[in-house]
């Protein structure tokens, strides 16, 4: 079934750009935890997306894109730039799946992917959050992260009212 979509690494092309931005607007107005509240206007979600794209043109972090044809329907962060003291660790963010996509492997596929460029990197520790409301836990307890622990009342969620995060970890690569 995964094998329809195919995979890229993003960089700042204006129609990467606005491709994101379409995606996590779509997301936050469904109701998804990334960061932002509904409505999330076009020029905030394109403030965020180009400084991400940026941090990945500088190689800080890579973001994944999962295509079904021409258009972008899930995406994934890597974050590589880690303090000094834990150049074997990167966190994973902006795990997002366009609604009418998901329950389709999509966020499976891009994590699956995301783990294997940061094995390649040398890291060894993948850390993340996610709402403990409406967020991915389903998907992190699958792919077989370890859940530590939940921080209450962590954010808000994009319709308002408070939601806990839930703390995970996997290690990967190698020990
Ligand atoms: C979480 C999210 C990215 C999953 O995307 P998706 O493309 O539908 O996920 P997949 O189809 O690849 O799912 C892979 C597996 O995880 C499971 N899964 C995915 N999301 C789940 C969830 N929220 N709860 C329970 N299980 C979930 C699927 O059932 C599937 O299991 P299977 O392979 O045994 O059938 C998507 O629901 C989303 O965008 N949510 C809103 C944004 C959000 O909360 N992001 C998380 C920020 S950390």
Known sequence: MHTKFS???????PETLAALSDLIIDTVANGGSVSFMHPL????????????????DRGERVILG??????LISTVTLLLDCPPNQPH?????KMMTRMQYRGQGAARMLLQEAERIAAERGKTLL???????EGAAGL??????H??????DFALKPYGGLTG???????????
């Open 41 to 56: 206007a076009p020029e905030q979600a394109q403030a965020f997306w180009q400084a991400s794209l940026a941090a990945a």
């Open 147 to 152: 859940r530590t622990g939940v921080i209450p």
């Open 140 to 145: 992190y307890d699958k792919m077989g992260y």
């Open 89 to 93: 660790r990167a966190e994973i963010a």
């Open 7 to 13: 995979i890229a690494t993003l960089g700042s092309q």
């Open 66 to 71: 999962a295509y079904d044809g021409p258009l």
């Open 165 to 175: 995060t839930i703390i995970y970890w996997k290690k990967i690569g190698r020990m």
């Open 127 to 133: 850390t993340l959050d996610t709402a403990e409301d």
